[in-house]
């Protein structure tokens, strides 16, 4: 079955920098575009940036720009987010997600991020 496992997240101070992880099983991860999303309490999940399935393009959100870094590894069915530059407004739930129709129902349990002095 699909399995999407986030990990990476923690307590960093404003400023600091963060290499989230998404380990994915259970179908073809090199053929799927593949998305990171944030999520505060009490709202919905926020799509932050994009990547297609060869690597070679990506798509940050506006908000993140600059500061977020979107990649993947086919070879180990993997995909990662670089954080740099965290601010406070950055605290969430980060999730990865499959960026393709069909697909996009599955959902991994999260990384929670936070970003406090």
């Known amino acids: 079955q699909v399995q999407l496992v986030e990990s990476g997240g923690g307590l960093v101070q404003p400023g600091g920098s963060l290499r989230l992880s998404c380990l994915a099983s259970g179908f073809t991860f090199s053929s799927k575009a593949m998305g990171w999303y944030r999520q505060t309490p009490g709202s919905e999940r926020v799509l932050v940036a994009l990547?297609?399935?060869?690597?070679?393009?990506?798509n940050p959100g506006d908000s993140v720009r600059g500061r977020f870094t979107i990649s993947r590894d086919n070879s180990k069915n993997a995909l990662y987010l670089q954080i740099d530059s965290l601010k406070p407004e950055d605290t969430a739930l980060y999730y990865c997600?499959?960026?393709?129709?069909?697909?996009?129902?599955?959902w991994g349990q999260g990384t929670q991020v936070t970003v406090s002095s």
């Open positions: 997600n499959i960026r393709e129709p069909g697909w996009t129902h599955f």
């Open positions: 990547i297609n399935a060869r690597g070679d393009r990506t």
